[in-house]
């Protein structure tokens, strides 16, 4: 049986996804893919919820049997590190 697997890169002012299908025989299809710009202007509230929406609309429209989200990476950036929590957790 194949499996949709949607993949997230969560971000609060750039964020992705793609979806692929992994075949029983080890193949795997790519679906769809795309990327999810939000106004830095916005506060953070509103772009989390901008992020919820499109996270939605994407598990609605391909119906994924799994998810997987990136792992955060933070190099210095404590703030970033922090919004970057509120993404991941949205998702």
Known sequence: ???????????????????????PDGRISGISAGVWRFDAELPLYARLASLATEFVRVVEIYSPQGVC??????????????????????V
């Open 1 to 23: 049986m194949t499996m949709r697997i949607l993949g997230i890169d969560p971000g609060t002012r750039i964020a992705g996804y793609g979806v692929v299908d992994l075949h």
């Open 69 to 90: 989200v990136e792992q955060a990476f933070v190099a210095q950036n404590i703030r970033s590190a922090l919004f970057l929590g509120h993404a991941r957790g949205v």
